[in-house]
């Protein structure tokens, strides 16, 4: 094989399929953008506020969940709408770009609740789910250690067999919702790596919050914001039942799942936010640098939004495309990275003054945010991994 061939076998290894919304989810977007406006009007939320204080918002997820707009691809005897992932697209797509606070259900919408329905057992499937799709439950994920992120396979938070369950005693850390969670999936060491295979030894469970030796302590982040957590367990006892899937083999779980949570609209649109207000402080200016940089701007967002939705299509046509996720995320994060600098940048040339009061303070927030887009959702450094590997290149 020449250099030239394994370049093309390289590229073919990526496909994004040229995926459209079909019209079903287009009359889907109108209802929420209908919904949307009414909570806005209702004073609900505040799609341009500045701080992030109104992300949690119980009754607006009672509401969602009502619309039927959680676990909307899950099956029906569990709560779901049993639609496809192109109409949850639409959903989130516009969730996001209004700033709505989806602070309790997301998590559970997105993640969680598919891993209960693959690996957990029908008592607690039963009990669980549909409590989520009425958007009554929030969920938090509990990988991260102090001594272990990136790689996840060295996770120490230890969980020991005992009469009717397990012990579980370690921390977890930067365990975003902790401290409102109902329940965590967590990520334990059931046994010892071994010599042959050291993803071996780590088991997911069902963790209910309330659980007596469990101990949460908020941290703030550099934008002042207290969203994420440290988690401590102490000998917390958890039920036998509530193990997800096969104990020691937590490895072998990670699936197309990834791929829902890399590739989602919320991974480019989390600071759109600012795009909107940049156009809107930008006016009808006849500045043509002004123009061309908004232009670029809306432009790689729309191909950013291309290569999102087809990788939705791809999941809905059961294939699974865990490289073409990670390069959204990847490229996604760079996008919002350089969306403050550009900002800045374009507006330089206006005065100071009350208009620009609300982009300013939403700039500042961008800026600050922006870092963590890099670590949330896997670094860049370990998604470029995966997609080198993915190539063949490693
Ligand atoms: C806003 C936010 C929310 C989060 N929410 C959660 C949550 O809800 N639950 C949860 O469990 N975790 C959560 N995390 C934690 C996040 O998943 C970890 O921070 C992340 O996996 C990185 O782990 P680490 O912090 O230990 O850094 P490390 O893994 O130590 O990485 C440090 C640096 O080294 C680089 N690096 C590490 N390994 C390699 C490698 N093999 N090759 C090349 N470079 C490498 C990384 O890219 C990074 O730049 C959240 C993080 C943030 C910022």
């Known amino acids: 094989m020449t250099a030239g061939d394994a370049t093309a076998g390289a590229i073919g290894a990526i496909q994004f399929d040229p995926v459209r919304l079909p019209a079903s989810a287009q009359a889907l977007r109108r209802e929420v953008r209908a919904f949307l406006a009414d909570e806005i009007a209702a004073g609900t939320f505040d799609p341009r506020r500045t701080v992030t204080s109104a992300v949690f918002d119980p009754g607006f997820s009672r509401r969602v969940g ?22 949850r697209y639409v959903v989130t797509e516009e969730f996001r770009v209004a700033n709505a606070p989806v602070g309790l259900h997301f ?8 891993m209960l329905l693959r690996y957990g057992s029908e008592p607690i499937k039963d009990a669980i789910l549909p409590r989520i799709t009425r958007g009554e439950c929030c969920f938090c994920i509990g990988m991260s250690e102090p001594g272990s992120g990136s790689d996840l396979f060295a996770a120490a938070t230890r969980a020991v067999r005992c009469d009717g369950g397990w012990r579980v005693t370690g921390t977890k850390v930067w365990t975003t919702a902790a401290h409102r969670a109902d329940y965590m999936i967590g990520l334990f060491r059931t046994s010892p790596r071994t010599a042959a295979d050291r993803r071996h030894g780590l088991t997911q469970f069902l963790v209910d919050m309330r659980t007596p030796g ?30 997800l899937g096969a104990v020691d083999l937590a490895w072998q779980q990670a699936t197309s799942e990834l791929a829902y949570e890399r590739s989602g609209p919320e991974r480019f649109l989390e600071t759109s936010y600012l795009l909107l207000e940049l156009v809107r402080v930008l006016g009808a200016t006849d500045d043509r640098r002004s123009l061309e940089g908004v232009g670029r701007l809306v432009a790689q967002l729309h191909t950013l939004r291309r290569m999102s939705v087809s990788v939705a299509g791809m999941l809905e046509a ?12 990847d490229l ?7 969306l403050p600098a550009r ?14 009061a609300v982009f300013d303070a939403l700039l500042d927030y961008a800026t600050l945010a922006a870092p963590k887009l890099t670590i949330q959702g896997g ?10 590997r993915g190539l063949g290149l490693r």
């Open 66 to 87: 009502a619309r039927g707009w959680i676990g909307m691809t899950w099956p029906r005897r569990y709560g779901g709408g049993e639609r496809s992932f192109l109409d």
């Open 107 to 114: 998590t559970a919408d997105r993640q969680s609740g598919p």
């Open 214 to 243: 469990i101990a949460v302590s908020t941290i703030s982040d550099m934008s002042g914001r207290r969203e994420f957590d440290e988690v401590a367990f102490d000998d917390a006892l958890i039920p036998d039942d509530h193990v």
């Open 318 to 329: 059961g294939k699974e495309p865990v490289l073409e996720g990670s390069i959204v995320k």
């Open 332 to 338: 996604g994060t760079s996008w919002q990275q350089t």
């Open 343 to 356: 900002a800045r940048d374009l507006t330089a040339f206006l005065e100071p003054g009350a208009d620009r």
């Open 379 to 388: 670094t860049t450094e370990i998604l470029r991994g995966i997609i080198a």
